[in-house]
């Protein structure tokens, strides 16, 4: 394993790979079989879809259908968020204008493993280990100060601050939701995240055009380490793909809709009541993807554990407290792992 300091191994962009012409991918991309995409999909099934507007409308439904989604799904599509669509719109653009920057370009803002923030190729630091088919452009928003925005596209950022805004307030108004869904204060989760001081930050995957997609994912088999996630996936062509019982549900995108799903803090703090549930991306050999994964996650320094509530005789703490930092550390590692990393650290009590 590498040093968190810099890449094991030289960082091979994604994109000039696409676009060598190469029919054949290289073996570093080629998963072992069990990972590769597989057509056992149920098609006909599709995410749960919550109109936030019921909250005012007709509350209770939607409460529960919220709980729902939670605990049996870890994943929906929120609609009627009151995003205003040209700014969702906006922000897809805008990153898919990034991505198509010249390389020298977006080289400026090339990443390291030790905060992840710009434009990078790689997750982990594990010398020969297999890669994800993407590039991404990974920066922190809140509570940092100190952004690193590409300075191109110009108005970027200033599209970006504005849809951060929106983002920091549908997380307030889960969270409260997912609070008393589990019969807790409205404000608790939100203080267990470090309450005004809550992190936010992004990460824009690109997925380039792959000559081998049945070889290869985008996104390996992951689950997500922090409080929840807003994605912004691409309309114009699928590939997210989450697992329900043993098998793959390929995500059918709403129009204008947010893909919400629970992380692996939500689920420790909610003593595995809520489900943080794996999820990975197949890439396509005709159409590139562009997608916006946001992150709501508690402060670094908030030590998670199972919320005191939630914990009895009958149902014990199943984690032992870590604070997220540490948690983040562990995961930024090993990369995504095809294995919910909460499970593997559950406490023996
Ligand atoms: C992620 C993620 C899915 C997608 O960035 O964590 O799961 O559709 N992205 O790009
Ligand atoms: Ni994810």
């Known amino acids: 394993m590498g040093s968190m300091g810099d890449w094991p191994e030289p960082v091979v962009c994604v994109q000039s790979l696409s676009e060598s012409g190469n029919h054949v991918i290289p073996d ?3 998963k072992p079989p069990p ?3 597989s057509t056992c999909n149920l098609t006909d099934t599709n995410i749960p879809i919550i109109d936030l507007a019921g909250l005012v409308d007709s509350r209770e439904e939607t409460m529960s259908r919220i709980l729902e989604a939670c605990r049996e799904w870890g994943f929906f599509q929120l609609v009627n968020h009151g995003v205003k669509t040209e700014l969702v719109d906006r922000v897809r653009e805008i990153w898919r204008e990034f991505f198509h920057e010249p390389m020298d370009v977006k080289k400026k803002y090339a990443n390291s493993p030790k905060t992840y923030e710009g434009f990078g190729s790689r997750l982990g630091v594990e010398k020969g280990a297999i890669l994800d088919w993407s590039d991404y452009y990974y920066l922190n928003y809140h509570p940092f100060g100190h952004t690193k925005w590409p300075a191109d596209p110009p108005y970027l950022r200033d599209v970006m601050e504005e849809y951060s805004k929106e983002i920091l307030r549908l997380g307030e108004v889960l969270l409260k939701v997912f609070s008393r869904n589990l019969g807790l204060k409205e404000d608790c989760l939100q203080n267990a995240f470090g309450g005004k001081d809550a992190g936010a930050c992004l990460r824009a995957n690109y997925y380039p055009k792959c000559p081998q997609p049945d070889l290869t994912l985008g996104l ?7 409080g929840m996630t807003f994605l912004l996936p691409d309309m114009r062509v699928s590939g997210l793909q989450i697992r329900k019982d043993d098998q793959w549900i390929t995500v059918k995108p709403e129009p ?7 992380g692996d803090q939500l689920q420790v703090l909610s003593n595995a009541i809520y489900k943080s549930v794996e999820h990975r991306v197949v890439v396509n050999p005709d159409e590139e ?3 916006l994964a946001y992150f709501y996650n508690p402060r670094n320094d908030m030590l998670i554990q199972p919320v005191s509530e939630l914990v009895t005789s009958n149902r014990p703490a199943l984690y032992p407290p870590m604070t997220f930092e540490e948690y983040r550390r562990f995961i930024r590692t090993k990369g995504p792992k095809g294995k919910l990393q909460v499970d593997s650290l559950k406490s023996q009590n």
């Open 35 to 37: 990972e590769r995409p």
């Open 289 to 291: 993807r562009v997608s």
């Open 220 to 226: 390996s088999s992951h689950s997500d380490p922090g």
């Open 28 to 30: 570093q991309y080629i």
């Open 256 to 262: 204008n809709g947010i893909i919400v799903n629970i």
